[in-house]
Structures are given as C-alpha cells and as structure tokens.
C-alpha cells in the first residue's frame, strides 16, 4: 500500500537523521530550485536529469530524494492536501498513471489492494471460469480490501483509477465507494484498458451512491505518457474560471454562444482553443446537421443519443457536427448552441456548406 505525501516523506527523513544531504554524498548548497523542477520531472516521466540527484545513497532516484532535496532548500511541501488519488493496479498500467497525477498535483495517495490478493490465473480474460469473471458477472460481490484508508474526512477530491476489467470497473472499487461518504466530494474517474471505454464504469459509480459532483473520466492506454495525463488534468474543470467558459462559433456575420458539455472530450476542446482560434470548414448531410473534421483527436465517451437542434457532437473522434435538426445515432457530447431557436439556426447555418471559426469566451 501507498499513501505517499511530500509532507509525509520529509517528516520520516527527519525522524530517521537522514535528511541532511550532505550526510547522504550531496552538500546542502549544491541544489537549487531548479534542480527540483528537474527531478520532480523526472519522477513524471518527462526527463532524465544529468545530474547526481540520489541523495539518500540507495541507488535509486525517488520521492525520498525530492524531499531532501526540497528540504535542503527550505522548501516546504504542501501539507494537509485536499486531494487524493486512490487507485487498483494488478498489472501497473493504473500505477503508472497514478503516480504521474500525484507528481503533477502533489495530492496524497492510496493503493487499493485485495485482502486475498489477485494471482495471474484470477484475472486470466481468456478463462470464463477465472476470479475476475465470476466477481464481474455478480454486481453484489464486494472483494475485502487489505488494510482500508481510515477516512477520507479533509480530502474534498478524490481520483479513483482502475483498470476496465470485463467492460466495467472492478468490484473492489465497488467496495471502495460504499466504504465512505462521497456527498461532498468531487470525484474524477480515470482508467486503463486496451480498448474498452470508462463510459459504462462511469455509469456504474454514478449510479452506486451519492457523490457532490462526478466530472468526466478519461480512459488511457498502457503506452500513455506523462504528457498525456498532463493534457487531461490541466483540461479538468477544477476552478470557476474554467467551468464558466464558453464556445464561441462565427458563422459569417454571426456569432454563435454554445456551453460546454461536461466531457473530456469538450475539454479537450477547450484547452485546445486557449491556444487560438480554430477555422472548420462544416459540411451539409442529412438535412439536419452540419459537420466539419477538427484538426485533432479528441477522447471519445459515445453514448446513444437522439440529437436536438441547437447540439453540438463528436463524430468519430475527429468531427463536429452541429444539429438544427433532430438525428438518432452514438455521439460524444461537446456542447449546445444557447439563445436561438431552431428555425433561426436553421437559417444562420443555411442549406448549403459553412465556414466556423471556434474561440473561447471566458
């Protein structure tokens, strides 16, 4: 089990005399800021530092080493975090991701593991018979986790990461969730797998007990980088700034206000078009809707919709689609045009092809 903070590990150094680095082969003036800058980027994935950054001497570059690096600065770590990642791994895909959210935000952490651990026959996919099967085929299963977190009293944001086992989360997240009181929390999904989607898992949490607010998930793939979890976490709409923003669309001489869903996908979008401002060329089909390629990919969580006038989709991954009609297909949701009516936004996209340019309004 992990439940990892800054604070924490600075405290056990100093309890252990180990935190005067130049007991440890490095000389307390020899680190500056950005030394620190280096390393916690190195502990994320995104760099190979050059210099000499083991400081306590076990042959290794960790967490143990940031703080008595940051402890030689008089840099103090963030204590009293109110966001923890909590997180099941069986194979290390989930960890990996684990461990870049916590380098990015500095939350605390806490590994969920099975009181009777998992083997590789238990989660064997190909077996029917397997553990794992059993216990996703029987929504009433709870698995025992080994050495519960006492509480989650003080956090008010909880990451929770799992692999998709089956098409859905595993049932000892289930048991997790009905652990604690999430009313008044926020919480962020995230997963791995190496195809299915977190849309249904999603479904499941929401649906299992009462929590504050649930914001879009992301799935993410055993090759994810650091980068990548960056991107998705810098796009979540954790402050009011972000979650006031609005799209913007010029079509010709009209400008067009639509909100965001709350998708990562429409996230995406938005930390997309802080950069600038987007051009798309958004074709006639079926009479009822007007779609454009996007110039990126963006994280799809499909669901079965019947469209509205006024929806604005992701088709594909890679299409927007704008409806002044009504269609029935498995769209991502990124937003809805506000403040006019179907017939006046039939009108504005007219019969034929259009020119939008996408910003934000703040």
């Known amino acids: 089990m992990k439940r990892i903070a800054f604070a924490l590990a600075c405290a056990c150094l100093l309890l252990t005399g180990a935190a005067d680095p130049s007991a440890a082969g490095g000389a307390a003036d020899s680190y500056t800021k950005e030394d620190v800058r280096h390393l916690q980027s190195y502990l994320v994935g995104e760099n190979t ?9 076990d042959g290794v570059w960790d967490i143990l080493d940031l703080a008595l690096m940051k402890h030689s600065l008089a840099i103090a770590p963030e204590a009293g975090s109110d966001t923890i990642v909590v997180y099941f791994s069986q194979t290390g895909n989930t960890e990996k991701i684990a461990e870049y959210l916590t380098g990015l935000t500095g939350a605390d952490v806490y590994e969920i593991e099975a009181a ?7 989660i064997a996919y190909n077996n029917s018979g397997c553990r794992a099967n059993l216990e996703q085929n029987d929504k009433s299963v709870r698995p025992e986790i080994a050495s519960p977190i006492a509480s989650l009293d003080g956090y008010d944001t909880v990451f929770l990461g799992y692999p998709i086992w089956w098409g859905q989360e595993p049932r000892i997240i289930d048991t997790f969730l009905e652990s604690y009181d999430f009313s ?14 977190i ?26 980088s650091a980068a990548d979890v960056q991107a998705w976490y810098e796009a979540l709409p954790l402050t009011k700034e972000e979650t006031a923003m609005q799209l913007q669309m010029k079509i010709g001489d009209t400008v067009l206000t639509a909100s ?3 998708t990562a996908a429409a996230q995406e979008l938005a930390e997309h078009l802080k950069a600038e401002p987007v051009t798309v060329e958004l074709n006639e089909y079926g009479g009822f809707e007007k779609v454009g390629k996007l110039p990126w990919t963006l994280t799809r969580s499909d669901e079965s919709t019947v469209t509205e006038a006024g929806d604005i989709m992701l088709y594909q991954g890679n299409q927007m689609t704008i409806f002044y009609n009504s269609n029935s297909w498995s769209y991502t949701k990124l937003g809805k045009v506000e403040g006019v009516t179907q017939e006046e936004l039939a009108a504005i996209l007219g019969d034929g092809n259009v020119t939008a340019v996408l910003s934000l309004q703040s």
């Open 199 to 224: 849309s249904t898992s999603e479904r499941n949490i929401a649906a299992l007990v009462p929590i504050g607010e649930q914001l879009a998930g992301r799935r993410f793939a055993a090759s994810a």
């Open 116 to 122: 009777v651990p998992y083997s590789d026959e238990d």
């Open 260 to 262: 965001l869903a709350d």
């Open 184 to 197: 008044d929390k926020t919480v962020i999904p995230f997963c791995t797998s190496a195809s299915s989607g």
């Open 49 to 57: 530092p050059s210099e000499p950054y083991d400081l306590n001497g």
